[in-house]
């Protein structure tokens, strides 16, 4: 497992996920469950998409939009 970790990207911790996430929610507007889908896909088609945890972004994602 070392040896194949040497060549995958290295994952972003859940401070710097929450970050994207938030700015993802901010610039879209998104205030609602509704709105899961489209910062999804926002954060899917984002640059550092290949490093973010879609599990742990997603929990996050629910989180906020529930409140």
């Known amino acids: ?10 994952q972003l911790s859940s401070d710097e996920i929450e ?4 700015e993802i929610i901010k610039n879209l507007n998104a205030n ?5 889908g489209k910062v ?3 954060l899917k088609n984002h640059k550092l998409s290949p490093q973010i945890d879609v599990a742990k972004a997603s929990s996050y994602v629910k989180v906020v939009l529930n409140n």
Do not use: G
């Not at 040896?3 to 995958?8: A, D, Q, S």
């Not at 970050?19 to 938030?22: A, L, N, Q, R, S």
């Open 1 to 10: 497992i070392s040896i194949i970790e040497k060549y995958l990207p290295v």
């Open 40 to 42: 999804m896909n926002a």
């Open 19 to 22: 970050k994207i996430c938030d």
């Open 32 to 36: 609602t469950m509704s709105d899961m």
